[in-house]
């Protein structure tokens, strides 16, 4: 089947349930203004709550609606959300804002043992002009190497089980992945190509926010004819969260 060239912009970032490093300030407003500065057609977010009583009862200006609706507001009229970690008084997770319609999503467990609760958040997108659907997945996984290649495995097995082997692909999130194991696995595993590592030799560096060192966050991309990174400013991002956020154009 062949489609006209088609083009859209991705973003993915670590919100930190709204708050700086540290949690030392509230910034949930600011951090949605440099969100729509973007003007992403497609966002990922992570570490962003649906619900938590107990701090929008003491933290002023608390959104009355759920984080990612509120990041969503009127530029994203798409938005799909997956709890990971669930408490008493709320719950985190991930979220999906899209101009595109989303026809549908799933929330996967990808929790292995213990306390640390991980999912990955599959939306299936209908992009107009574009006759296939897209998949775009929302990924935070562990903090412990045998975790992490474990969910990456059950990652490739999304892909490669569930989504038509033509469709496009677009994976994007906090990998915790600061031995760069994803790279190999992914591609050898599912095609799937990180676009910083493919354009620059190594994927970028993005924790900590203020001095980034670490290779946490990736965008990975199957089925895509060019894929470009998008440069996004030093400030105001340096202070916004602990993880510096990725941007990239994914043409089809």
Known sequence: MSHAPLSFRVLTVNTHKGFTFFNRKFILHELREAVRAVAADVVF???VHGANEKLGARVANWPDTPQYEFMADTLWPEFAYGSN???PHGHHGNAVLS???ILR?????VSISGPEKRALLHCVLQVPGWKSDVHAICVH???REPHRLKQLRLLCQLVNTEINHDDPVVVAGDFNDW???AHAVLEREAGLKEVFEQADGRSARTFPARYPVLQLD???VRNARVHSPVVLPRHPWSHL???APLAAEISL
């Open 218 to 220: 990736r965008i990975y």
């Open 241 to 243: 969260s602990d993880h």
């Open 105 to 109: 999503y799933e929330n996967r467990d």
């Open 141 to 143: 996984l562990g903090l």
């Open 45 to 47: 977010l992570q570490e």
């Open 99 to 101: 101009k595109f319609p």
């Open 85 to 87: 970690a669930v408490y």
């Open 179 to 181: 031995r760069r194991r």
